[in-house]
């Protein structure tokens, strides 16, 4: 996987962009059966151009959960610098639920930590979300015992929840990520049975912490 930070020329952005679009639709539909010959069509380029980008799928695979990750955190700290902290972790939660609603990347439970680059990327959306739970708290919006860890591992709730029930309506995780929210907030609140987890959700929840570019 290509680690310069050199600016790719337009060209070479647009198919880098088209590219990943396809491998995000192409792992959802097939998981890890995708093969780089359908990415590749879907995407509209040769298959020699996928490989110069990325020598093996595991490489395309790690740029897209990459992508994903970094695309969270860039939306976390936009999110950082709006006056309404307990909206902005609202708006936060919803666009992450809605991502995962639209693109079902679940199989990557089975990928497991798939390069170093994304447990940095990981480590940052960690930070970005801890943000958003230490604002919202500050600003008595969010309860004071739930920690960015709590918030990591309800992102995907709503869209889980959704997934047992046959031919649900399309929106109908936002009934469920407002009744967590509610929970999130001190208003009512009981204390809570347990502590929060000490470490961080375990990398497979890239699946859940993903959605964007």
């Known amino acids: 996987m290509p680690t310069t930070d050199r600016p790719l020329r337009a060209d070479a952005a647009r198919n880098r962009a088209a590219l990943l679009a396809a491998a995000e639709a192409e792992f959802a539909e097939r998981g890890l059966a995708a093969s780089v010959a359908d990415i590749a069509r879907r995407a509209g380029i040769g298959k020699g151009t996928v490989f110069r980008h990325f020598p093996t799928k ?3 695979l790690a740029a897209v ?3 994903r990750v ?3 955190s860039a939306l976390a700290r936009r999110l950082a610098t709006v006056t309404d902290a307990g909206a902005a972790l609202l708006e936060f939660l919803d666009a ?6 639209q693109l079902d ?3 990557l439970r089975e990928t497991g930590d798939l390069n170093d680059r994304l447990s940095e990327s990981r480590g940052r959306l960690f930070e970005e979300i801890t943000v958003l739970v230490e604002r919202a708290q500050a600003t008595g919006a ?3 015992d739930i920690t960015a860890t709590d918030v990591i591992l309800l992102m995907c709730a709503p869209s889980h929840v959704v997934s047992f029930v046959p031919d649900a309506p ?3 995780w936002r009934r469920y990520l407002g009744i967590i929210f509610d929970g999130l907030r001190p208003h009512g609140a009981s204390p809570l049975p347990q502590p929060a987890p000490d470490a961080a ?3 497979r929840l890239d699946q859940v912490q993903a959605g964007t570019r």
């Open 65 to 67: 959960v990459l992508d």
């Open 105 to 107: 990347l679940s199989f």
């Open 96 to 101: 992450a639920a809605s991502r995962q609603q």
């Open 58 to 60: 595991e490489d395309l």
């Open 201 to 203: 959700p375990d990398p």
């Open 142 to 144: 969010l309860r004071a």
């Open 70 to 72: 970094d695309g969270l």
């Open 170 to 172: 399309p929106q109908l």
